[in-house]
């Protein structure tokens, strides 16, 4: 293949190589924050997770998810994630939302967060795309009601005043809720 004139980067002489534009490579290394999963609850609000959190973003049938007698209303049941067994939590009603998630459709998606080898899956009711936000833009967050206050790190505000609220997936895998 011969060198491309108008763009001297490439990855390789492969066929299946792509030319590197040298704009755009000097667009994402001045790119500053981190990635997050934007998110919706049966609520209506938009939430967001960082990437860095999140395992793995997996879409589930319900038959999939086993429900386990006595445990927490909190909890959906358990799922096997390649040999491991994990909890599906429904995300709104452990933030206290009093929207019940529906499971009664072909798939629920679920993302899996993890930290020190813990493992929850947080069943949501439409999962956004990742986003690129600054976090200097993180602002701290507004008229946050209580039950959610101590899951919030901060919001973005975008447009129109639509605010996204960004959620700590550690202080919800540590949270005292899940023993009540």
Request: hydrophobic content about 40%; overall charge negative; cysteine-free.
């Amino acid at each position: 293949m011969a060198e491309n004139q108008n763009n001297p980067l490439s990855i390789d002489e492969s066929p299946y190589s792509l030319p590197l534009d040298s704009d755009f490579t000097e667009d994402v290394e001045a790119l500053e924050g981190e990635s997050h999963l934007r998110f919706f609850l049966p609520s209506g609000d938009e939430f967001a997770l960082s990437a860095m959190g999140i395992r793995e973003i997996m879409q589930q049938e319900p038959s999939n998810i086993t429900p386990v007698p006595n445990a927490s209303p909190l909890l959906l049941g358990t799922i096997n994630l390649r040999g491991e067994i994990i909890w599906v939590a429904d995300l709104g009603q452990f933030l206290g939302y009093p929207n019940m998630l529906n499971t009664d459709r072909g798939e629920v998606p679920v993302i899996a967060v993890e930290e020190q080898e813990i493992v929850l899956g947080l069943a949501v009711k439409s999962l956004g795309a990742i986003h690129w936000l600054e976090v200097d833009k993180l602002q701290i967050p507004q008229n946050v009601p209580d039950h959610i206050a101590p899951y919030v790190q901060g919001e973005w505000v975008e447009g129109n005043n639509h605010h996204i609220r960004v959620l700590d997936h550690i202080a919800i895998l540590r949270s005292a809720r899940w023993v009540a």
